[in-house]
């Protein structure tokens, strides 16, 4: 029986200790899983450290004619290229990247000599007309959507696919991870499932490629009925025994009566899971009420992540973030009403044109969010990379960027790696260094790793006991100098992903 080998590869540092199901993986599968006589396998590097020899076992000994590599921009590139390399290396089966990398960048994707397709935005129906085509031996690859590939050496760039891909939960073939399934729920006691409830994202981040990959959708945010989204709750409840729901949209609540028309089903059907929300703005919690807040806790919201950035104004502005910092600072004071949710907060540094004086100011900001709410989480600031087209992309070229010119250049752009662009200083770089450290000493990241190993929790509360007086006496000084302990704090880093 032929086959398609669907493989998602390895991340930076947060992604091998947070490990949830490829979703992507299992939706762009959907229409695939449903042809007779193909079959169709996810590798997941993240999960399996021996991937190259399972790899270079499944090349040799199975009927694999298409490998396709979700590819993210960032690590994962490298990665991917790797990957693609190995498969090439052993025999000529044909090889398909999707995702916001090759979503962004075709061009520099077929340029790579181990890639032979990439398909731009949403691809469930685009992938599977793929394997529709490659198995009829025909060359009629211009009818695809979104697809990129090469002809007469010459690249074929297809539009990006402007129509969001609403997908039946029935439909979503699962049975791809649940022979390993239990292997994402070993780091952490909760069992936790990524889903989706909404498609898209109305907002213009200046650092986000969502803008880009949404620009031509005359509908920039779309949600799914609340009965939807209930329904496949209650089916990954039933069949998996999942007791914590983490939403994955962009944007979660651009109506903030989606989710509560989620809420009041759950609560409905007596549904007994957590919640986790990634995708919640600083103006869409101020326009939120009591009512709302209490609605949340009821049904059993732990975590919402929410995207403050900056202390700074002027990069708020930069960014086009469209909120103030006072905003941040008084939804902050809000959410502290609301003991049983706990805001995790969103920070990115290395902007353009920022400043120390810019940092100190996000410095202060982040201490002054920890005290206003103890339950808080701070996330270690990210770097900021410089995405193909976002809108801060080509202030970065101005400032001396250098786009990667290689895979091997892009494993150096991790955000939480110590990235040193063209535009820092030193001081500037210890100043970011120490924020980093600064988010996992003052904030209540106990709450956060409770569900996590022993080890895990016996080292962060070890250090942070030893290091939050050493940490305060930096930030009210001012003081990132002799930062001898950052390199102490990535060995630690590096064992805890162990």
Known sequence: MKKVLLIYPELGFVGSYVINVPISLVYVASKVSEMPDIEIEILDCRIEHNWKEILLKKIEFEDIFLVGISVMSGIPVAGAYAISKIVKGVKNIQVVWGGPYPTVLPEETLKLDVVDFCIRGFGSESFAKLV???IAGSDNLHSIDGLCFKKNNELVIGQINNTFEFMDYKKLPYKLVEPFLEEYFKSNKK?????????GCPYNCAFCISPVWYKD???KWVPYSATDVVN????LVKNYKVNFIYFYDDDTFVDVSHFSSIAKEMLKRKLKVEIGVRGIRVNEVKKMSDVDFKLLEE????????????????ILNLMKKGITVEQSLEINRMLAKYPRLTPMYNILCGIPTETIDDLKETALFMKRLSEENPNCVIFSPGRFIPYPGSKLYDLAIEHGFKPPSTPAQWSNLDQESRIFMPWYTEDYDNYI???SMAAYTISNWESYLENYSLKIRFIYKVTKSLYKPVISFRINRQFPGFLLEYHIFNLLKKFIAV
């Open 217 to 219: 959708n005359k509908q």
């Open 132 to 134: 529709e085509t490659l």
């Open 299 to 314: 049904v059993g919201v732990r975590y919402i992540h929410i995207g403050v950035e900056s202390g700074s104004q002027k």
């Open 433 to 435: 260094s120490m924020l």
């Open 232 to 235: 496949h709750i209650e089916h």
């Open 191 to 199: 069992r936790v499932f990524p889903i989706y409830t909404s498609c």
